[in-house]
């Protein structure tokens, strides 16, 4: 499970292995880990066996009988569907998810679903009803969120690679805590069908070990589905050839460096801060222009007007929650975080939510046209070390403040989300304490090839998918 996903693949195409024993490999790990680690929701031994014994040598779809995992946010048939929360009950969809339909037709066999935060709020993941996961590079820290199962899983070498979203940095920022790969595309570039026709925030992708992989499986996932409301300019090749290719030759790129915080009063670890800059000396090295600079994204309330967009689109997931349950959401249905949100959410009419997302797509306009004339930004990914679990309890007595926290660690990735452009997150360093240590890159608008060239470049540089947690190696 420690193998690149294509590269398994072609095991299986050539008949040096089968579907069947890579998929036991993986039920075998996740057998002997998840009692530690606590990654996996549901683990569908029989379905995923059944699968895998139907595939056979030279099977011509790329990523046949390789293992992957699915965040249980996203419809997988016949499987329970959580969202974290005990307000969704035992619900079972009957269909599957786009992301869960073009991973399946790309060969791949579910193994399972993962865990994550009541509702993904969270860039922890740990809640009332599915526990504490835990980062396999410290079983007191979190794996990040809310995307932090899929994360852990990975790291542990449970499976090759899993599915995620980031609504926020959820796909960011657990890839940054367990020393993975994860980009956030450019909004609109995966479907949300059949539930949703588009979203301000949210993009699916998933988490990997290498570029290489994260821009093959956004080949695999990407696209519109008819009734989409928008979706993004289609590139003019596929992700993975740009990835392999590299930066374009004809001129150095132009790429800005800031530990600016965009929330007031936020401080930033010693140790993320010098990795931005030991990244933009890496990036100087290889013959680009960087340069410091100090872009116009701190402004007071910023935080505020986030949550006043964010806050509704979770609102509506309870809501449907509410009408699966047959009764409105009660209290006692949610964890004190949620329903803190959720009465908020009330609190602000039509026209209000409709102006803060008005004044969010101003802002973002405001960030694209200063960023135009660079090809990409460097931040560092979080603003601390991975915390340790309970450092943000939903279920605590101040659940405001632990919403406001939550962004004093992660105050980089929001950014992306609100203006739609793809970011990545790259584990290029390691706290003193082995914790891996991460950056992250922010793209042209639509220009995830060009973000994969840069980013495939940074790991040739400076490898790390060779990096294993103790827990993983033994």
């Known amino acids: 499970?420690?193998?690149?996903?294509?590269?398994?693949?072609?095991?299986?195409?050539?008949?040096?292995?089968?579907?069947?024993?890579?998929?036991?490999?993986?039920?075998?790990?996740?057998?002997?880990?998840?009692?530690?680690?606590?990654?996996?929701?549901?683990?569908?031994?029989?379905?995923?066996?059944?699968?895998?014994?139907?595939?056979?040598?030279?099977?011509?779809?790329?990523?046949?009988?390789?293992?992957?995992?699915?965040?249980?946010?996203?419809?997988?048939?016949?499987?329970?569907?959580?969202?974290?929360?005990?307000?969704?009950?035992?619900?079972?969809?009957?269909?599957?998810?786009?992301?869960?339909?073009?991973?399946?037709?790309?060969?791949?066999?579910?193994?399972?679903?993962?865990?994550?935060?009541?509702?993904?709020?969270?860039?922890?993941?740990?809640?009332?009803?599915?526990?504490?996961?835990?980062?396999?590079?410290?079983?007191?820290?979190?794996?990040?969120?809310?995307?932090?199962?899929?994360?852990?899983a990975v790291a542990a070498g449970m499976v090759a690679l899993a599915h995620g979203n980031d609504g926020g940095g959820s796909l960011r920022i657990p890839a940054a805590c367990c020393g993975l790969v994860g980009l956030k595309p450019q909004r609109g570039r995966i479907s949300l069908a059949p539930e949703a026709g588009e979203q301000f925030l949210v993009q699916d992708g998933v988490l990997t070990r290498t570029v290489r992989e994260t821009a093959l499986l956004l080949d695999v996932l990407a696209g519109p589905v008819p009734g989409d409301a928008s979706w993004a300019p289609p590139p003019q090749e596929p992700f993975a050839v740009s990835a392999a290719r590299g930066p374009e030759r004809r001129r150095p790129l132009r790429i800005g460096v800031t530990t600016l915080m965009p929330l007031l009063e936020t401080e930033l670890h010693p140790a993320c801060e010098r990795a931005a800059y030991d990244a933009a000396a890496l990036l100087g090295s290889l013959g680009h222009e960087v340069e410091e600079v100090q872009p116009p994204w701190r402004r007071p309330g910023l935080l505020d007007l986030f949550t006043r967009a964010f806050g509704?689109?979770?609102?509506?997931?309870?809501?449907?929650?509410?009408?699966?349950?047959?009764?409105?959401?009660?209290?006692?249905?949610?964890?004190?975080?949620?329903?803190?949100?959720?009465?908020?959410?009330?609190?602000?009419?039509?026209?209000?939510?409709?102006?803060?997302?008005?004044?969010?797509?101003?802002?973002?306009?405001?960030?694209?046209?200063?960023?135009?004339?660079y090809d990409a930004l460097l931040t560092p990914a979080l603003a601390q070390p991975p915390v340790p679990i309970g450092t943000l309890d939903p279920c605590g007595p101040d659940p405001a403040g632990t919403f406001e926290r939550s962004g004093h660690f992660t105050p980089f990735t929001a950014i992306a989300n609100v203006t739609g452009t793809p970011a990545i997150s790259l584990p290029l360093y390691a706290h003193d304490d082995g914790l891996p240590l991460a950056v992250q890159v922010i793209g042209r608008p639509a220009q995830e090839g060009a973000l994969l060239a840069l980013a495939a470049q940074m790991e040739a540089a400076a490898p790390w998918a060779q990096r294993r947690p103790s827990l993983a190696v033994a």
């Not at 009692?35 to 683990?43: K, R």
């Open 312 to 373: 509704p689109a979770i609102s509506t997931s309870i809501a449907a929650a509410g009408m699966l349950a047959g009764h409105p959401p009660r209290a006692q249905d949610m964890e004190p975080l949620s329903w803190e949100l959720w009465q908020a959410s009330k609190r602000v009419d039509a026209v209000d939510a409709e102006l803060a997302r008005y004044a969010l797509q101003s802002f973002a306009r405001s960030i694209t046209r200063w960023a135009a004339p």
């Open 1 to 152: 499970m420690f193998r690149p996903a294509d590269e398994l693949a072609q095991l299986v195409r050539s008949g040096e292995l089968t579907a069947l024993q890579l998929v036991d490999a993986a039920l075998e790990r996740i057998a002997a880990l998840d009692a530690q680690i606590n990654a996996f929701v549901d683990v569908d031994r029989d379905g995923a066996r059944d699968d895998a014994a139907a595939i056979g040598a030279g099977d011509e779809r790329p990523f046949a009988g390789v293992p992957i995992a699915i965040k249980n946010n996203r419809a997988v048939a016949g499987r329970r569907l959580t969202l974290g929360a005990d307000l969704m009950g035992d619900h079972t969809p009957g269909h599957d998810h786009n992301v869960t339909r073009r991973l399946r037709a790309a060969g791949f066999v579910i193994v399972g679903t993962t865990t994550l935060p009541e509702w993904g709020i969270l860039p922890v993941t740990e809640g009332r009803r599915l526990g504490a996961t835990r980062n396999p590079w410290d079983l007191g820290r979190t794996p990040g969120g809310s995307s932090g199962g899929s994360a852990a």
